[in-house]
């Protein structure tokens, strides 16, 4: 791809910024869900679906769409909140998450949201899920892209890691898989629970390439998924360095916003009662 200008990066800069106001203004009305790693992949989500991704939100089953497989289902207010951005439903409906019979659930669901391309809730299934997609891409002779967004705590289960030693055996090079590295998971961080690192080391073990990021520079981001789409012979797996709760002081970094909403949550900053204002008031006005 050609290279950003200075206002396509200021552009992808406030889909960034306007999506992490949606995400707050949805948590608020569903009164649960999760805050922090939401606020954290806003930045790579407004990449992905305003710069790299192929689709087109006015047909979203068209056939040679590339395919985005949401691991980590719990951040899902951060895909309603891009699609919403992106014209794939009226951003209005956001505000309907996690309502009886919305469209908008707390983990995706795919027969009910057209875009949303599988089931996710249960942790550590979404590399083998796309790991299988990409095989069936290439059985088929189809040519397009399959995406994985992964969190790092679901890391600690094994069946992410069958997903990783299958991509690698097969060179399934059509197969981009992106790790929000926020170091935090919803007991505490991930290498006080269990210890994930080196993972540059057991992923290039298996056979992948790896970029390293930070997951809030987006034309580092799109770079490094250019460079995925060059290599030919191994899947790739871009870590992605975040903060949790990115864009809110409060938030960042503060692992107990992990699947806490504002108005519920550590009163030790911020009173519960003032959260939600308070949070949206320091968005508004970057």
């Known amino acids: 791809m050609e290279l950003l200008t200075d206002e396509q990066i200021r552009e992808l800069g406030e889909h960034a910024h306007d999506i992490r106001v949606t995400i707050i203004e949805m948590l608020v009305a ?19 679906y305003f710069r790299i991704l192929k689709h087109d939100p006015k047909n979203p089953d068209w056939a040679e769409r590339d395919r985005l497989i949401l691991s ?21 409906e956001c505000l309907t998450l996690r309502k009886f019979k919305s469209r908008l659930q707390g983990h995706p669901e795919r027969d009910m949201l057209p875009g949303m391309e599988t ?24 040519d397009f892209r399959v995406f994985c967004a992964t969190s790092d ?24 898989v992106i790790m929000d590295r926020n170091n935090i998971q ?17 992923y290039e ?14 034309p580092q981001f799109i770079a490094a998924c250019d460079e995925a789409r060059a290599i030919r012979e191994k899947p790739t797996m871009i870590l992605a360095h975040t903060i949790p709760g990115k864009g809110i002081r409060e938030i960042e970094g503060d692992y107990r916003w992990h699947g806490t909403p504002p108005g519920k949550g550590p009163t030790d900053k911020i009173p ?3 959260q939600a204002e308070a949070f949206l008031e320091e968005l508004r006005t970057k």
Request: charged share 20%.
């Open 30 to 48: 569903a009164g649960s869900g999760h805050t922090a790693g939401p606020l954290g992949m806003a930045d790579i989500f407004a990449a992905l």
């Open 72 to 92: 980590n289902g719990h951040i899902v207010p951060v895909r309603y909140a891009a699609m919403a951005h992106a014209g794939y439903f009226p951003v209005e």
């Open 119 to 142: 089931t996710s809730g249960p942790l550590g299934s979404g590399v083998s899920q796309a790991s299988g997609y990409a095989y069936a891409a290439r059985m088929d002779g189809k």
């Open 153 to 176: 705590g679901e890391h600690e289960e094994g069946n992410t890691w069958e997903g990783i030693m299958f991509a690698g055996k097969y060179r399934l090079s059509n197969l981009t």
């Open 186 to 202: 919803i007991d505490g961080n991930t290498e006080d629970i269990m210890p994930l690192e080196p993972l540059r080391d057991k």
């Open 205 to 218: 073990a298996f056979n992948w390439h790896v970029i390293e990021v930070d997951g809030h520079n987006i």
């Open 272 to 274: 519960a009662d003032k």
